[in-house]
Each structure stands twice: as C-alpha cells, then as structure tokens.
C-alpha cells in the first residue's frame, strides 16, 4: 500500500460488541478530498469478519473499486493541503476492495477513546 508523509493515519481497531465483526478506522492522513472517494482507502471505517473479509451487511456490498488511485503528497499547511496536486498514481495488485469493506465514509481522524477495564 502507497505510503506518505504528513498527517495522523489515525488506527485504531474495535471488536463489535458481538464479537463477530471486527472495525477498523483509517484517518486520511491530511489530504482531505480522498476521504470522500469511495475508491480511496484513507478517511474510513473499515468492517471486516474475523477472518479479515468484507463483513456482510456493509453498505457497499458487492462493490469493488477503481484498480488505480491518485496519490497526493499534502502541505503542512492544511489550506495548500485542500488542493495538492497528484504525485503518482498507485495500481492495487488485486482488485480494489476498499468500497466492499467500507462502513462508513469520510473521516478526517476518526479516533476512538481508549477504553479501561
């Protein structure tokens, strides 16, 4: 998976209170518009079975994705950030099923407080 400077990539994991599914959060490491991108997989919750396939029920079942994504090398500064350019374009060696394991879409930092026993 493409790497990159700048920004918080925000992982964090949490069991569903089932114990069937598994989620987990990636932030979208400051570059903003590929969190919205279906395709992308920054700026989601990914749900995932215990055995680390698409959770049935996810709201993009049956869908994969673009085989290539753009990839931006964001500004430290957050406005510059909004509208980088593209740098390269990265090529999944599979299909892209970042859509089929989305839950949910569009997050910046999507950390969740710790929790203690």
Request: hydrophobic share 30%; aromatic share 8%.
């Amino acid at each position: 998976m493409p790497t990159g400077k700048g920004g918080r990539p925000a992982p964090r994991s949490l069991f569903s209170p089932d114990g069937k599914t598994l989620f987990l959060t990636v932030g979208d490491r400051q570059r903003f518009t590929p969190a919205q991108d279906p395709d992308q997989p920054v700026g989601k919750i990914l749900r995932l079975t215990l055995d680390g396939k698409p959770a049935p029920g996810n709201p993009w079942a049956g869908k994969v994705g673009a085989r290539s994504i753009p990839l931006i090398d964001p500004a430290t500064d957050t406005e510059a950030a909004k509208t980088a350019p593209f740098v390269s374009t990265y090529t999944f060696p599979g299909p892209n099923l970042t859509p089929v394991r989305t839950w949910s879409t569009g997050h910046r930092t999507p950390l969740w407080p710790r929790l203690r026993s």
